[in-house]
């Protein structure tokens, strides 16, 4: 048995093997369960809360080759500001460009996920964890990584990482007089599930 699946989930974590155990809010979720992480029978965990925010995985891993292949190679770190359940942390840890993922999530039992879930892909050792409030901690424990890290947000309220029916006047009320930034509607099946902007210096030629 491998270490992930002889850990105990926290109370509010569950794994749900069958529709029956399935909260009605969620069900829709659970039958794309695989697509939003293909190692979902493996035993990924998650909150209830968890499901609706979570990244899917081919999401998740294009995002991270977007932001793999587009920035400064002085940009050595990433850091995850909202970590959730771990969808993005995971991809960026797989893409092997970053010498480390710093991933930040404030709520014990989602962060729970996270670890438990990189456990999964295989990829715990690349990613340190922090418990708390991503402001705090990007202000004190991280202060000093400024100029050699990239840092990724998909909040909740979201702000880089958006819901698909943003909107594109409120992003651009951010960027200075004269800037650009590049936004990118992220697609399963046809459909748009996410937005990103990108802020910052990102070569963007080589993105499909
Ligand atoms: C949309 S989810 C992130 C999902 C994640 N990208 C994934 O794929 O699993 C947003 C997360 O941010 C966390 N959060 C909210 N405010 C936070 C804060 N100030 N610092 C750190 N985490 C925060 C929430 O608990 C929630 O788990």
Redesign the pocket.
């Known amino acids: 048995m491998n270490e992930a699946a002889e850990e105990v989930a926290p109370p509010e974590v569950h794994y749900y093997s069958d529709i029956g155990e399935v909260p009605w809010d969620i069900q829709n979720y659970w039958y794309q369960r695989h697509r939003i992480f293909s190692k979902y029978e493996e035993g990924i965990w998650l909150t209830d809360e968890?499901w609706f925010?979570?990244?899917p995985e081919p999401i998740?891993n294009k995002i991270a080759e977007h932001i793999a292949s587009s920035v400064p190679e002085n940009k050595v770190v990433l850091i995850?500001?909202?970590?959730?359940?771990?969808?993005?942390?995971i991809a960026f840890a797989k893409s092997g460009r970053w010498k480390r993922v710093y991933a930040?999530?404030?709520?014990p039992a989602?962060l729970a996920c996270?670890k438990h879930n990189a456990k999964i892909y295989g990829v715990q050792s690349k990613i340190t964890w922090f418990e708390?409030?991503?402001?705090a901690i990007l202000k004190k424990q991280l202060k000093d990584l400024g100029p050699y890290s990239v840092i990724f947000a998909?909040?909740?309220w979201g702000v880089l990482?958006l819901p698909r029916t943003s909107d594109l006047k409120q992003l651009a009320r951010l960027v200075d007089n004269g800037e650009k930034i590049h936004v990118k509607h992220y697609c399963m099946e046809g459909s748009s599930k996410a937005l990103c902007a990108y802020y910052g210096d990102f070569k963007t030629s080589t993105w499909d």
Request: aromatic share 10%; net charge negative; hydrophobic share 40%.
């Open positions: 968890a925010g979570v990244t998740a995850d500001a909202f970590a959730g359940a771990g969808g993005n942390s930040i999530e404030k709520d989602v996270a708390g409030d991503c402001f998909s909040p909740p990482y």
